[in-house]
């Protein structure tokens, strides 16, 4: 009847990214276009995984996304920003005139969570916290306690669902240009990209201003020794050192994922057990950096996981999810930092966001 305990451990979820045709903001009522970019990705910094890294071109020269007359597409998918009132305009034309270079050209975005035009579906919001349950202050000391935390590390963002055939250099460019509506350089962010060979699912979280100083990947040993954790707490400093390490042994170490499904079929429930899994054991992971290059455009760390690379169970967990996706209430995806001593005890989670009956055929292209 049940799996394994080990291969309820590789039952991830992470893969029930089912793209949807939502947008960034309650006015607005189209899709921008995609191509004509003029948005570069210079100035980042890699660090991939032993198993591979990220994933390269596919299937070579991809689709480029609708096209269609320039229109206003609003950007406010961000809860909290404040700008829901600033219009973007989108245009096509690759012959603009170069003052208008600057332009943001936004994606269709997932709406946030209650959202009345769409019916409460195909929409994300901020997983309740006390869903978690996450090692305690004295877990180590062989108690095995597991406490719920009051408040996550990182705020989320948004979350984004594209359909596309690839993941090379023009599709980075679009997201880092358009992604979350427009808004995605407006705040220091990491991002978690769920890879599929159809598309991909971002989840983005901000980054507090205590914590932007260690996103930088690459640093000397002068740098690193700059930085002060002091008045942090041992979650604080336990994410800190994460963020700030070039080493993705380290950082796949101790990155954990926790699926949970609160209802929905017995199939799937079955799969998403809810257990913490070491994801870097069970998929090709890296890490990039993206410099900040002005107040317009803040620093970025990105967490790229491979679901093709992943296991025969993590890969039938992915295939069932998805096919059941668009009816489940909710499925929540959120990631943890393991705390292996009792100085990196209690652990916090670093963030998680819930999906809500997302349709995977609703995605918009790239």
Known sequence: ???????????????????????????SSSIASND?????AEGISHSNSN?????????????TGSTGHSHFQRSNSDPFDDGGDELVEVTDNADAPKENAHKIKA???????????????????????EIF???????????????????YLLGARGCDLF??????????????????GGNIRKKPTFLFRFLFPWGMMIQYYEVPPKLVPFMKMG??????????????????????RWLASDDPDFKNERLKLIAIVPEGPWIV??????????????????????????????????CDLDISSGTAIAKKTVNVTRRYLSSLQAVDIGFVIEGKTTAELPEQMMGSTRLHQVDPTQAPSI
């Open 1 to 27: 009847m049940g799996l394994r305990a080990s291969q309820r451990e590789e039952s991830l979820l992470i893969g029930s990214p089912e793209p949807t045709r939502s947008r960034s903001a309650e006015r």
């Open 36 to 40: 004509s970019l003029d948005c570069g």
């Open 51 to 63: 198993q591979g890294g990220v994933r390269t071109n596919r299937s070579g020269e991809g689709s």
């Open 107 to 129: 994606l269709a975005t997932l709406y946030r969570f209650p959202c009345t035009q769409t019916r409460n579906q195909n929409c994300w919001s901020e997983s309740p916290i």
């Open 133 to 151: 349950s996450v090692r305690g202050p004295r877990y180590m000391s062989g108690d095995k306690t597991k406490v719920r935390n009051k408040h």
């Open 163 to 180: 359909l596309t055939q690839e993941n090379n250099a023009r599709v980075e460019k679009i997201i880092l240009q358009g992604g979350l």
């Open 219 to 240: 640093m000397t040993k002068e740098e690193k020794q700059k930085l002060s954790i002091a008045g942090f707490s041992n979650a604080e400093k336990a994410l800190a």
């Open 269 to 302: 429930r079955n799969l998403v057990t809810g257990k913490p899994a070491l994801i870097g054991k069970r998929l090709d992971v890296s890490y990039k950096y993206v410099p900040r290059k002005n107040n317009s455009n803040e620093c970025l760390q990105i």
